[in-house]
């Protein structure tokens, strides 16, 4: 289980005072939760967000008793990268969540051995799921793509026993297309312009005869 210590924070307090000091501004809330701002340490907070993603549940302790959470958005210096702020989602017991769970796709695929394209066209699905038993990732197998055409659906992907497919059923998470080698055409010459090594078209003769003619 990961937890977090936190403290309670004056809203009016500056948040680059908290910054200054090694802490993150920060606020959790839920259904049945009322914003609450806080503060987190910075270093200890970028640890265990490294771990756990925005699919991991943390437990905050230190304000208003120990609270179930899941990130739900942190905001980054576009600089340093260093958390400017995060908000925290508490989780209602006994009650599902609904959330974008991310793919892992392994396996190795025989049409990629055979020369094809594996295409990923999803990355995530939603699914709604008791906290208990909130999946950090959904594994895909693509070792069963074979040919071209071959396809897994949204609805082939296993799931927890407590979670229902919130993303359309029939949605092609990956498939198999067929690679096609694209030709370069040479530029055709210009119009008018004779091809390389053909002769002067008849009548035409070369700028040095014309010149001799000229002389004579």
Known sequence: M??????????????DDLRK???TPAVFYGPKEEST?????TREFERI????GETTIIT???????????VRDVQFHPVTDAPLHADFYVLEKGKKIE?????EFVGEAPAEKAGHIVVKALHEVEIEVTPAELPHH????????ANVGDHILASQIPLPSSAELKTGADEIVVSVTAFVEEKIEA?????GAPADGAAPAEGDAPEGAAAEEKKE
């Open 2 to 15: 990961l937890t977090l210590d936190v403290q309670a924070r004056d809203a009016q307090q500056s948040s």
């Open 138 to 145: 959904l594994e895909v197998d693509i070792s069963t793509l």
């Open 21 to 23: 000091k090694g802490f």
């Open 37 to 41: 701002p806080i503060s987190i340490n």
């Open 187 to 191: 530029p055709a010459p210009a119009e």
């Open 99 to 103: 959330i974008n769970v991310p793919l």
């Open 60 to 70: 905050l302790k230190g304000v208003n008793g120990d609270k179930e959470t899941l």
């Open 49 to 52: 967000f490294k771990q756990a």
